[in-house]
């Protein structure tokens, strides 16, 4: 919020830049002064949107990879479709409360999950999944559909996003970047913790 919306993002001196005379110029659309270089854009302009392939019922118990689904829970399967850095987004929940993840690395995915990549090589992911969180409570009264509630592309499409300038969004990656990896490395702790939990009961359970 304070980099994005108030625009006091460390500005070369290091300084808050909107407060120490930053130049701004006036975003019509927004209604506000937005940073110059700045540019305001769509999600359909900013994003790459795919969707997996796999049925919801894909998922093995011990599976190689992670498997995305539109469940709060992570499950496994022994295939992959996708290799890279990614947001997961929900598509449809009964209750309009779309999980939303972060991955990077070998992963496969439910036919209603969106795989969101940037699409512009001036807006960072970590930005986009700042920008997608903020959304989620929003996306409860637009989602359309009566038992199942759907995100579909004509609702993200046109959402719009501001874009920094070159230089931010490589500040931006730079500060975020080992941040998301440190995540990353705790949620496998925490999944390999869990496992091991379960085997421990089980066998005790047994015995």
Avoid: H
Avoid at 4 to 13: I, R, S, W
Avoid at 41 to 63: H, M
Avoid at 73 to 86: G, I, L, P, Y
Wanted: net charge neutral; proline share 4%.
């Amino acid at each position: 919020r304070e980099w994005f919306v108030e625009f006091e993002f460390p500005d070369e001196n290091g300084q808050p830049y909107k407060s120490n005379g930053g130049k701004m110029i006036w975003n019509e659309e927004l209604g506000k002064e937005i940073p110059v270089g700045w540019q305001l854009k769509t999600y359909k302009e900013a994003f790459n949107f795919k969707t997996g392939k796999l049925n919801s019922d894909a998922s093995v118990s011990d599976g190689l990879y992670p498997f995305f689904t539109c469940s709060q829970e992570t499950f496994k399967t022994n295939t992959f479709s996708f290799d890279c850095e990614a947001l997961l987004l929900a598509g449809n929940n009964a209750s309009a409360i779309y999980p939303f993840k972060y991955f990077k690395g070998k992963f496969d995915a439910y036919q209603r999950t969106y795989i969101i990549t940037p699409n512009d090589n001036c807006i960072s992911i970590y930005q986009g999944y700042f920008e997608v969180i903020g959304k989620l409570e929003e996306f409860k009264g637009t989602s359309s559909g009566t038992a199942t509630k759907f995100l579909t592309m004509q609702i993200l499409n046109p959402i719009k996003i501001i874009v920094p300038d070159e230089r931010l969004f490589k500040k931006f990656e730079d500060v975020c970047g080992p941040i998301f990896s440190r995540k990353l490395l705790a949620e496998k702790s925490i999944n390999s913790l869990t496992e091991l939990k379960e085997l421990i009961l089980s066998k005790l359970a047994t015995n």
